[in-house]
Nanobody, 113 residues
Framework: QVQLVESGGGLVQAGGSLKLSCTAS????????MGWYRQAPGKQRELVAT???????NYADSVKGRFAISRDNAKNTVYLQMNSLKPEDTAIYYC???????WGQGTQVTVSS
């Protein structure tokens, strides 16, 4: 079956960096759009960034200039490089395959002030 496994979350001080990874297994077709979403306590899940198979990316305004999404199509893996982290970036980050609707289990990112 399809599995999305995320890694790379953790605790970091404000201004620091983290890099998230998500690998999809059980996939036997070309994945078009992969993305990252996040959900903070008491808030709705929101888009962070997406990237298409040919590398076209899209970002939430709140992370533009600080986060960078990338992918390795051969490995069915998507990355999220997060720089200049802020306390308001604290959330559970979820990997997503947009067209098929699969979600990862989430990885916690906590940014201390």
């Amino acid at each position: 079956q399809v599995q999305l496994v995320e890694s790379g979350g953790g605790l970091v001080q404000a201004g620091g960096s983290l890099k998230l990874s998500c690998t999809a297994s059980g996939i036997f077709y070309t994945i078009n759009t992969m993305g990252w979403y996040r959900q903070a306590p008491g808030k709705q899940r929101e888009l962070v960034a997406t990237i298409t198979h040919n590398g076209r990316s899209n970002y939430a305004d709140s992370v533009k200039g600080r986060f960078a999404i990338s992918r390795d199509n051969a490995k069915n893996t998507v990355y999220l490089q997060m720089n200049s982290l802020k306390p308001e970036d604290t959330a559970i980050y979820y990997c997503n395959l947009q067209e098929s609707g699969y979600w990862g289990q989430g990885t916690q990112v906590t940014v201390s002030s």
